[in-house]
């Protein structure tokens, strides 16, 4: 239902920037955009939607399973792109992302009124997973540069409003399944991120480091993520 949704605002603002095209006639002294398709390469400005990210997290300061722990996101769900004739492209938009840091089985998150902490499992108990996931509507600003044909690297910050977060803990004690989860887990409401990598074409790699806790240190141990991973389509 989201991506249908987001297909008709893509299609009305396709509409209306056509719309503004015709009306300019053949006025050349404004903005020209390139409407058709979204995700052209012209010099000038651009309507920009592409950059999809998938990756795996770690983090400094807890025990993080890197292996399980993956970050998917769409980085310009909707933005625009200015292209220079020297092979710099500077993008600005909104986006999407999703965090996940599952911890290794020795361990688990664990919540006692506000308060979160890493801590064993009960004596007996079979684990199963225990982790913190994160939403976020990300607004990066990246430059890229080509340095051949088909060769480009990138880096910039990436501000992350994060919406919602929660813990979830899957444990099997004495035959039975516990389950212990949280969506209020206080998380840090705004944090920032350094984004950088290099392209082939269509497809690259790259690494995400923040210097931001993900959580508020008064209720839960801080740490913060680093990810390293694929990007497509940007």
Same mark, same amino acid.
């Given at each position: 239902?989201?991506?249908?949704?987001?297909?008709?605002?893509?299609?009305?603002?396709?509409?209306?920037?056509?719309?503004?095209?015709?009306?300019?006639?053949?006025?050349?002294?404004?903005?020209?955009?390139?409407?058709?398709?979204?995700?052209?390469?012209?010099?000038?400005?651009?309507?920009? +939607?592409? @950059?999809?990210? $998938?990756? %795996?997290? =770690?983090?400094?300061?807890?025990?993080?399973?890197?292996? &399980?722990?993956?970050?998917?996101?769409?980085?310009?769900?909707?933005?625009?792109?200015?292209?220079?004739?020297?092979?710099?492209?500077? +993008?600005? @938009?909104?986006? $999407?992302? %999703?965090? =996940?840091?599952?911890?290794?089985?020795?361990?688990?998150? &664990?919540?006692?009124?506000?308060?979160?902490?890493?801590?064993?499992?009960?004596?007996?108990?079979?684990?199963?997973?225990?982790?913190?996931?994160?939403?976020?509507?990300?607004?990066?600003?990246?430059?890229?540069?080509?340095?051949?044909?088909?060769?480009?690297?990138?880096?910039?910050?990436?501000?992350?409003?994060?919406?919602?977060?929660?813990?979830?803990?899957?444990?099997?004690?004495?035959?039975?399944?516990?389950?212990?989860?949280?969506?209020?887990?206080?998380?840090?409401?705004?944090?920032?991120?350094?984004?950088?990598?290099?392209?082939?074409?269509?497809?690259?790699?790259?690494?995400?480091?923040?210097?931001?806790?993900?959580?508020?240190?008064?209720?839960?141990?801080?740490?913060?993520?680093?990810?390293?991973?694929?990007?497509?389509?940007?």
């Amino acid at each position: 239902m989201y991506l249908c949704g987001m297909k008709k605002v893509l299609t009305l603002i396709v509409c209306v920037v056509a719309a503004v095209n015709v009306w300019a006639g053949d006025d050349k002294d404004y903005i020209q955009v390139d409407w058709y398709p979204l995700c052209t390469d012209s010099v000038g400005w651009n309507i920009y +939607t592409g @950059g999809f990210v $998938i990756g %795996w997290d =770690n983090a400094c300061g807890i025990d993080v399973s890197m292996g &399980r722990s993956i970050d998917i996101g769409w980085l310009n769900v909707i933005g625009t792109k200015f292209k220079t004739r020297h092979g710099q492209r500077i +993008t600005m @938009g909104v986006g $999407i992302d %999703w965090r =996940n840091f599952k911890l290794h089985n020795d361990v688990r998150f &664990r919540q006692d009124g506000d308060n979160i902490s890493i801590a064993p499992y009960p004596d007996g108990a079979v684990p199963k997973s225990s982790r913190v996931k994160v939403f976020s509507l990300t607004v990066p600003g990246l430059l890229r540069q080509r340095l051949f044909s088909t060769v480009d690297i990138f880096a910039g910050p990436v501000v992350n409003f994060n919406l919602h977060a929660s813990m979830e803990t899957i444990y099997t004690l004495g035959g039975e399944k516990v389950k212990e989860s949280s969506n209020k887990i206080h998380q840090v409401p705004v944090t920032v991120d350094i984004l950088g990598g290099i392209k082939w074409k269509f497809i690259g790699a790259y690494v995400r480091y923040s210097p931001c806790h993900v959580l508020q240190e008064r209720y839960a141990p801080a740490f913060t993520p680093f990810t390293t991973g694929i990007i497509m389509g940007f």
